[in-house]
């Protein structure tokens, strides 16, 4: 594993052409899988889509990184494996009630369009700005695109870092019981599901398992700002906003990827996927 040091270059709108049925003879949809293809579909053919995606959102952002996370395997070489970081805002705590205001993209590797954020029109009011600093006239707005829209454009970057033969790994910190569970909720109200395929990796066990090589010097919370003190790693940009959280995680990441000496097939047996979410949703219920 190496690591080396972050560089951004300003963000910067993409050009989209003014509709979806553009953008998705550009995307390998054959090497998405099936449900990948159903949701590109079920939206590009909609109406409402083509109408409300003539026109460009600028709240949808693109930007260059180094690469922080180079996983390493040096006796068996599996399938190569991307890791995406990740990270939502939302307008409360529950996916039921609550909506995404903001998420943000970064691709450890680096490279061009390397990251991707942007601000979420929830179809609602946002009552806890006091915590992120969003509020609703920020997002309620015709430039900045509600889930339905935005899936597309975000499938359509996960897919893109995608290197061929290998997988993808969104990564976020509690994402089993918050991140995930917000997407799938998300996905759920626009008629969807979260691809099948997709793996996601939560970073708070592997912080557990860190903890425990501290000892004493373990860092006794958590948190992401809290880990990020243990590491002595600065804040840049305001807390709880969607890429600064990603900067952040991104570089805690490569701290305990380097303390746990893990390689990507040590990731990828930590995965879980959409489907486990709601799977242990429905046996909870039953107990």
């Not at 409360?92 to 680096?110: M, N, T, Y």
């Not at 909720?185 to 008629?191: H, I, L, P, T, Y």
Request: aromatic share 8%; glycine share 4%.
């Amino acid at each position: 594993m190496r690591t080396s040091s972050m560089c951004y270059s300003n963000f910067q709108v993409p050009k989209f052409c003014k509709t979806l049925r553009y953008l998705v003879p550009s995307i390998r949809l054959a090497s998405l899988g099936r449900t990948w293809a159903q949701n590109f579909k079920v939206l590009t053919t909609s109406s409402t889509t083509h109408e409300s995606s003539a026109n460009c959102f600028r709240s949808i952002q693109y930007s260059d990184a180094q690469a922080k996370i180079i996983l390493d395997d040096k006796i068996v070489k599996p399938p190569p494996v991307n890791v995406l970081v990740f990270d939502i805002e939302t307008t409360g705590l529950h996916p039921k009630k609550g909506g995404i205001i903001e998420i943000a993209f970064r691709d450890v590797q680096g490279g061009k369009n390397s990251c991707f954020q942007t601000l979420v029109n929830p179809e609602q009011d946002v009552p806890n700005s006091d915590i992120h600093g969003i509020r609703t006239v920020m997002v309620r707005r015709t430039d900045v695109p509600t889930m339905k829209e935005l899936i597309p454009f975000l499938l359509q970057y996960i897919q893109s870092r995608q290197v061929l033969g290998g997988q993808v790994l969104l990564a976020a910190h509690n994402a089993r019981r918050f991140d995930v569970p917000f997407l799938i909720e998300a996905f759920r109200r626009c008629s969807l599901d979260i691809p099948h395929d997709l793996l996601f990796l939560d970073t708070l066990p592997l912080a557990r398992e860190v903890m425990k090589l501290y000892g004493p010097k373990a860092s006794r919370k958590l948190s992401l700002q809290a880990l990020g003190e243990f590491y002595r790693i600065p804040l840049e940009g305001s807390a709880h906003r969607a890429m600064t959280d990603v900067n952040l995680l991104t570089s805690i990441l490569a701290n305990m990827i380097s303390d746990l000496k893990l390689g990507s097939t040590d990731l990828l047996q930590r995965t879980f996927k959409a489907s486990d979410v709601n799977n242990s949703k429905k046996n909870e219920k039953k107990s």
